[in-house]
Protein backbone atom coordinates (compact mmCIF):
# COMPACT_ATOMS: atom_id res chain seq x y z
CA UNK A 1 0.00 0.00 0.00
CA UNK A 2 1.37 3.14 -1.02
CA UNK A 3 2.05 6.25 2.02
CA UNK A 4 0.27 8.89 0.19
CA UNK A 5 2.23 12.14 0.93
CA UNK A 6 -0.55 14.53 0.38
CA UNK A 7 0.20 18.24 -0.65
CA UNK A 8 -2.79 20.90 -0.67
CA UNK A 9 -2.07 24.40 -2.76
CA UNK A 10 -3.92 27.14 -2.47
CA UNK A 11 -3.79 27.94 -6.12
CA UNK A 12 -1.21 26.68 -8.76
CA UNK A 13 -0.45 27.01 -12.69
CA UNK A 14 -0.81 23.29 -12.86
CA UNK A 15 -0.13 20.35 -10.87
CA UNK A 16 1.60 18.43 -13.02
CA UNK A 17 4.23 20.98 -13.79
CA UNK A 18 4.46 21.90 -10.03
CA UNK A 19 4.79 17.65 -9.36
CA UNK A 20 7.57 17.47 -11.84
CA UNK A 21 9.33 20.28 -10.41
CA UNK A 22 9.67 18.55 -6.53
CA UNK A 23 10.93 15.99 -8.84
CA UNK A 24 13.67 17.69 -10.83
CA UNK A 25 14.83 19.32 -7.60
CA UNK A 26 14.40 16.24 -5.15
CA UNK A 27 12.46 12.98 -4.97
CA UNK A 28 9.42 12.79 -3.37
CA UNK A 29 8.12 9.80 -1.79
CA UNK A 30 6.21 7.98 -4.17
CA UNK A 31 2.55 8.53 -3.42
CA UNK A 32 3.09 12.36 -3.17
CA UNK A 33 -0.26 13.81 -4.48
CA UNK A 34 -0.29 17.39 -4.94
CA UNK A 35 -3.95 18.98 -5.15
CA UNK A 36 -5.96 22.06 -5.50
CA UNK A 37 -9.27 22.99 -6.28
CA UNK A 38 -7.84 25.96 -8.60
CA UNK A 39 -5.58 25.10 -11.50
CA UNK A 40 -4.52 28.45 -13.25
CA UNK A 41 -2.98 26.45 -16.58
CA UNK A 42 -4.22 22.97 -17.10
CA UNK A 43 -2.89 20.79 -19.09
CA UNK A 44 -4.67 18.31 -21.55
CA UNK A 45 -2.88 16.35 -24.03
CA UNK A 46 -1.24 17.20 -27.06
CA UNK A 47 -0.79 20.84 -25.38
CA UNK A 48 -4.56 21.28 -25.16
CA UNK A 49 -6.15 23.42 -22.30
CA UNK A 50 -7.82 21.64 -19.26
CA UNK A 51 -10.58 24.53 -18.02
CA UNK A 52 -12.22 24.42 -14.69
CA UNK A 53 -14.17 26.88 -12.05
CA UNK A 54 -12.39 27.30 -9.07
CA UNK A 55 -13.93 25.49 -6.07
CA UNK A 56 -15.94 23.07 -7.52
CA UNK A 57 -13.55 20.22 -8.81
CA UNK A 58 -10.79 17.84 -7.99
CA UNK A 59 -7.57 18.26 -9.78
CA UNK A 60 -4.53 16.66 -8.91
CA UNK A 61 -1.04 14.91 -9.93
CA UNK A 62 0.07 11.29 -8.35
CA UNK A 63 4.07 11.07 -8.20
CA UNK A 64 5.10 7.64 -8.86
CA UNK A 65 7.98 5.40 -9.61
CA UNK A 66 7.76 2.55 -11.51
CA UNK A 67 10.79 1.24 -12.05
CA UNK A 68 10.04 -2.23 -12.07
CA UNK A 69 8.05 -2.15 -15.11
CA UNK A 70 9.54 -3.09 -18.43
CA UNK A 71 9.26 -0.62 -21.33
CA UNK A 72 7.20 -3.20 -23.08
CA UNK A 73 4.38 -2.44 -20.86
CA UNK A 74 4.32 1.21 -20.10
CA UNK A 75 0.94 1.32 -21.15
CA UNK A 76 -0.22 -0.91 -18.19
CA UNK A 77 0.71 2.39 -16.16
CA UNK A 78 -1.93 4.42 -17.96
CA UNK A 79 -4.77 1.36 -18.01
CA UNK A 80 -3.96 1.57 -13.84
CA UNK A 81 -4.84 4.92 -13.94
CA UNK A 82 -7.58 5.44 -15.83
CA UNK A 83 -9.29 1.78 -14.11
CA UNK A 84 -8.81 3.54 -10.56
CA UNK A 85 -10.72 6.45 -11.65
CA UNK A 86 -13.54 4.65 -12.94
CA UNK A 87 -13.85 2.51 -10.10
CA UNK A 88 -13.69 5.26 -7.83
CA UNK A 89 -16.56 7.52 -9.20
CA UNK A 90 -18.36 4.04 -9.26
CA UNK A 91 -18.50 3.08 -5.55
CA UNK A 92 -19.24 6.83 -5.22
CA UNK A 93 -21.83 7.74 -7.17
CA UNK A 94 -23.34 4.07 -7.98
CA UNK A 95 -23.05 5.29 -11.83
CA UNK A 96 -20.90 3.32 -14.78
CA UNK A 97 -18.42 4.97 -15.97
CA UNK A 98 -15.97 3.94 -19.33
CA UNK A 99 -12.59 4.87 -20.43
CA UNK A 100 -12.22 7.06 -23.85
CA UNK A 101 -9.32 5.88 -25.86
CA UNK A 102 -6.50 7.90 -25.17
CA UNK A 103 -7.55 9.32 -21.47
CA UNK A 104 -11.24 10.57 -20.74
CA UNK A 105 -13.38 9.07 -18.14
CA UNK A 106 -17.14 8.88 -19.41
CA UNK A 107 -20.58 8.92 -17.91
CA UNK A 108 -22.49 8.18 -21.34
CA UNK A 109 -21.34 10.27 -23.68
CA UNK A 110 -20.61 12.92 -21.51
CA UNK A 111 -16.66 13.72 -19.93
CA UNK A 112 -16.48 13.69 -16.73
CA UNK A 113 -12.50 13.56 -16.43
CA UNK A 114 -9.16 13.80 -18.20
CA UNK A 115 -5.85 12.15 -17.55
CA UNK A 116 -2.60 13.54 -18.62
CA UNK A 117 0.36 11.11 -17.89
CA UNK A 118 3.94 12.16 -18.38
CA UNK A 119 7.07 10.33 -18.04
CA UNK A 120 10.68 11.22 -16.84
CA UNK A 121 13.46 8.95 -18.23
CA UNK A 122 16.80 7.98 -17.07
CA UNK A 123 18.44 6.76 -20.07
CA UNK A 124 16.47 4.23 -21.65
CA UNK A 125 14.77 3.21 -18.62
CA UNK A 126 11.80 4.84 -16.94
CA UNK A 127 12.67 7.36 -13.75
CA UNK A 128 9.18 8.51 -12.58
CA UNK A 129 5.55 8.79 -13.31
CA UNK A 130 3.04 12.11 -12.78
CA UNK A 131 -0.26 11.44 -13.69
CA UNK A 132 -2.29 14.40 -13.90
CA UNK A 133 -6.30 13.72 -12.99
CA UNK A 134 -9.26 16.41 -13.34
CA UNK A 135 -12.10 15.49 -11.74
CA UNK A 136 -15.45 17.41 -12.54
CA UNK A 137 -16.86 17.27 -9.11
CA UNK A 138 -19.36 20.03 -8.59
CA UNK A 139 -19.43 22.86 -11.13
CA UNK A 140 -22.64 22.84 -13.10
CA UNK A 141 -21.64 25.05 -16.36
CA UNK A 142 -19.50 24.27 -18.77
CA UNK A 143 -18.18 25.87 -22.56
CA UNK A 144 -19.15 23.83 -25.16
CA UNK A 145 -17.17 20.53 -25.95
CA UNK A 146 -17.06 18.02 -27.89
CA UNK A 147 -17.84 15.23 -26.19
CA UNK A 148 -19.77 17.33 -23.32
CA UNK A 149 -18.56 17.81 -20.30
CA UNK A 150 -20.64 16.87 -16.92
CA UNK A 151 -19.77 16.66 -13.22
CA UNK A 152 -20.62 14.28 -10.55
CA UNK A 153 -22.95 16.30 -9.35
CA UNK A 154 -24.95 17.22 -12.63
CA UNK A 155 -25.00 13.15 -12.90
CA UNK A 156 -26.30 12.67 -9.34
CA UNK A 157 -28.03 16.14 -8.20
CA UNK A 158 -25.28 15.72 -5.01
CA UNK A 159 -22.70 17.77 -4.13
CA UNK A 160 -19.37 15.68 -3.01
CA UNK A 161 -16.60 16.68 -0.86
CA UNK A 162 -13.71 16.48 -2.90
CA UNK A 163 -11.12 15.12 -0.16
CA UNK A 164 -13.01 12.35 -0.62
CA UNK A 165 -13.42 11.70 -4.14
CA UNK A 166 -9.32 11.90 -3.65
CA UNK A 167 -9.71 9.16 -0.61
CA UNK A 168 -11.88 6.95 -3.04
CA UNK A 169 -8.80 7.18 -6.20
CA UNK A 170 -6.15 7.00 -3.47
CA UNK A 171 -8.12 3.30 -2.26
CA UNK A 172 -9.21 2.30 -6.50
CA UNK A 173 -5.57 3.03 -6.92
CA UNK A 174 -3.72 0.63 -4.06
CA UNK A 175 -5.55 -1.99 -5.26
CA UNK A 176 -5.10 -2.36 -8.74
CA UNK A 177 -0.95 -0.43 -8.27
CA UNK A 178 -0.39 -3.78 -6.76
CA UNK A 179 -1.59 -5.66 -9.67
CA UNK A 180 0.95 -4.11 -11.60
CA UNK A 181 3.69 -4.64 -9.50
CA UNK A 182 3.23 -8.30 -9.19
CA UNK A 183 3.34 -7.96 -13.48
CA UNK A 184 -0.69 -9.07 -13.74
CA UNK A 185 -0.52 -7.35 -17.10
CA UNK A 186 -2.60 -9.84 -18.81
CA UNK A 187 -5.59 -9.15 -15.93
CA UNK A 188 -4.97 -5.38 -16.00
CA UNK A 189 -5.72 -5.56 -19.64
CA UNK A 190 -8.59 -7.71 -19.31
CA UNK A 191 -10.31 -4.98 -16.79
CA UNK A 192 -9.12 -1.92 -18.93
CA UNK A 193 -11.60 -3.60 -22.02
CA UNK A 194 -14.23 -4.33 -20.08
CA UNK A 195 -14.53 -0.23 -19.09
CA UNK A 196 -13.38 0.87 -22.99
CA UNK A 197 -15.72 3.45 -24.27
CA UNK A 198 -17.76 2.06 -27.09
CA UNK A 199 -15.83 -1.41 -27.26
CA UNK A 200 -17.37 -3.33 -30.10
CA UNK A 201 -19.71 -0.71 -30.86
CA UNK A 202 -20.08 1.35 -34.36
CA UNK A 203 -18.97 4.59 -33.79
CA UNK A 204 -18.39 7.69 -35.93
CA UNK A 205 -15.20 9.22 -36.17
CA UNK A 206 -13.36 11.91 -38.51
CA UNK A 207 -10.01 11.44 -40.13
CA UNK A 208 -8.60 14.55 -42.20
CA UNK A 209 -11.98 16.21 -42.56
CA UNK A 210 -13.95 12.45 -43.74
CA UNK A 211 -16.54 11.14 -41.73
CA UNK A 212 -16.85 7.46 -41.28
CA UNK A 213 -17.98 4.28 -39.02
CA UNK A 214 -15.86 1.95 -37.16
CA UNK A 215 -16.14 -0.23 -34.91
CA UNK A 216 -13.81 -0.20 -31.56
CA UNK A 217 -11.93 -3.61 -30.97
CA UNK A 218 -9.24 -2.98 -28.45
CA UNK A 219 -6.42 -1.49 -27.33
CA UNK A 220 -2.86 -2.96 -28.40
CA UNK A 221 -0.07 -3.11 -26.10
CA UNK A 222 1.65 -0.11 -26.75
CA UNK A 223 -1.73 2.14 -26.82
CA UNK A 224 -2.76 2.64 -29.59
CA UNK A 225 -6.48 2.17 -30.77
CA UNK A 226 -7.83 -0.62 -33.02
CA UNK A 227 -10.60 -0.17 -35.22
CA UNK A 228 -12.33 -2.00 -38.44
CA UNK A 229 -14.46 -0.65 -40.79
CA UNK A 230 -17.13 -2.38 -42.50
CA UNK A 231 -15.77 -4.88 -44.76
CA UNK A 232 -11.86 -3.74 -44.36
CA UNK A 233 -8.54 -4.89 -42.49
CA UNK A 234 -7.84 -3.73 -38.61
CA UNK A 235 -6.78 -0.30 -38.34
CA UNK A 236 -4.30 0.55 -35.65
CA UNK A 237 -4.73 4.09 -34.73
CA UNK A 238 -1.98 6.66 -33.13
CA UNK A 239 -2.94 9.79 -31.04
CA UNK A 240 -4.50 12.33 -32.40
CA UNK A 241 -4.84 10.45 -35.73
CA UNK A 242 -8.49 10.47 -35.33
CA UNK A 243 -11.65 12.36 -33.53
CA UNK A 244 -14.82 10.84 -31.99
CA UNK A 245 -17.55 12.42 -33.49
CA UNK A 246 -20.28 12.95 -30.94
CA UNK A 247 -24.06 14.48 -31.89
Request: hydrophobic share 40%; glycine share 6%; charged share 20%.
Amino acid sequence: MLKYNLIYLDSVDSTNTYALSLISKHEPPEGTIVYTYNQRQGKGMQGNKWQSETGSNLLFSVILYPVFLASKNLFSLNQVIALAVCRSLEQLTMQRFKIKWPNDIMHEDDKVCGILVENTFRGMHLGACVAGIGINVNQLMFDAFSPKAVSLKNITGKHFNCEEVLQYFQNSFDDLYKLLISQKTSTINEMYHQYLFRKDTLHVFERNGTYFNATIKGVNDAGKLLIQQADSVLEIIDVKEIKYIFN
